[in-house]
């Protein structure tokens, strides 16, 4: 069990979300970052599609009541277990008794915190990922606050043996990580600027040929405005060749929309169902993690993929994944 401490800012149980429901007006939902959850539930030995724990800016405060294996992935916000700090990217033993901190984000902003079993809470259409518009999903459909108790799977027997072990050589320490990582190859560079490889949208060629020039070439800005639904962008205005009406048809992570008003919206995990503004571009589902990761004021350009190159990326992405979690088994067995 789990003991919410203090919240923290946007603190909710998420997973890999709840595809196949759209059609029924039901959003897809799930983790903002979702390399960073899948790497931080191989380290504990879970399956991808446990849910976590997702925290942006501010981390929250959480008491684990048994002894747990953790892992923390993506933003680095700082975390320490009573005071000490501890590494990211790489199994921890935590006794029990022991409380999970964090601090002052250093890059990124969005933090995945796995524990070996999974965050047990009920699925609701096949996923246990919060959804707070809709209140489905996670910790009573709701951000996590003071005082929640969250139930935790029961883990793998290989983490149990590997956090028993650990602990016991842990001398007096509240916790003990492991000696080892994943390659630094593995580990995304969170930054305030970014590259993010996009392909042409489906109404792409509706722009003129300076809005065109603009959005690949331009530099963009993540406005204060801007969720888990999407985030709103400054920067050059971006026009239609001529007035065009649209109507509504459905949208994925990634996808950006421009409004009237020329100002372009990408839309990130908890976006709508469908949408009626033109689509300039679609970010390749690889980089989709990187941008979860900016920070409102963080710069961000628009390079031009091919659609067979993007799915090349993502299709190497799964591969390393896949080789990933052999390794980790084995280094969790001590070979």
């Not at 028993?164 to 990582?181: E, H, R």
């Not at 963009?220 to 985030?231: P, Q």
């Amino acid at each position: 069990m789990l003991i919410i401490e203090k919240p923290g800012l946007q603190t909710s149980v998420q997973d890999l979300g709840r595809p196949g429901f759209q059609q029924y007006g039901v959003v897809a939902g799930g983790v903002m970052d979702p390399y960073s959850h899948r790497v931080a539930n191989l380290l504990v030995g879970n399956s991808e599609h446990c849910a976590t724990i997702e925290a942006a800016l501010a981390g929250p405060s959480i008491r684990f009541e048994t002894d747990s294996l953790i892992a923390l992935a993506g933003g680095d916000l700082s975390p320490g277990i009573d005071g000490e700090q501890i590494p990211m990217w790489r199994p921890v033993a935590v006794r029990a008794g022991a409380v999970l901190t964090f601090g002052k984000p250093v890059s990124g902003c969005r933090v995945v915190l796995a524990v070996a079993g999974g965050i047990d809470v009920p699925e609701v259409m096949g996923s246990r990922s919060t959804y707070t518009k809709a209140r489905i999903g996670g910790f009573d459909g709701r951000c996590l606050e003071k005082g929640d108790r969250l139930p935790v799977g029961n883990p793998s027997v290989s983490s149990k043996q590997w956090t028993a072990t650990a602990l016991t050589g842990a001398g007096d320490s509240k916790f003990c990580p492991a000696d080892w990582t994943i390659k630094g190859s593995l580990i995304p560079a969170y930054g305030n600027k970014a590259e993010i490889r996009m392909m042409k949208g489906p109404q792409y060629h509706w722009f003129d040929e300076e809005s065109r020039s603009t959005f690949f070439g331009g530099s963009f800005t993540v406005s204060s405005e801007s969720d888990r639904m999407g985030y709103r962008l400054k920067g050059e205005t971006l026009r239609l060749s001529e007035p065009r009406e649209l109507l509504s048809e459905g949208v994925v992570a990634g996808s950006v929309q421009v409004p009237s008003g020329g100002s372009p919206i990408l839309l990130m995990s908890d976006r709508q169902t469908t949408g009626g503004y033109p689509k300039i571009g679609q970010a390749a589902t690889v980089d989709l993690p990187i941008i979860a990761q900016l920070q409102p004021g963080a710069k961000l350009r628009f390079i031009e993929v091919s659609v067979e190159e993007a799915q090349r990326l993502i299709v190497a992405q799964k591969r390393q994944l896949s080789e990933l979690k052999s390794a980790i088994a084995l280094k969790m067995k001590g070979e």
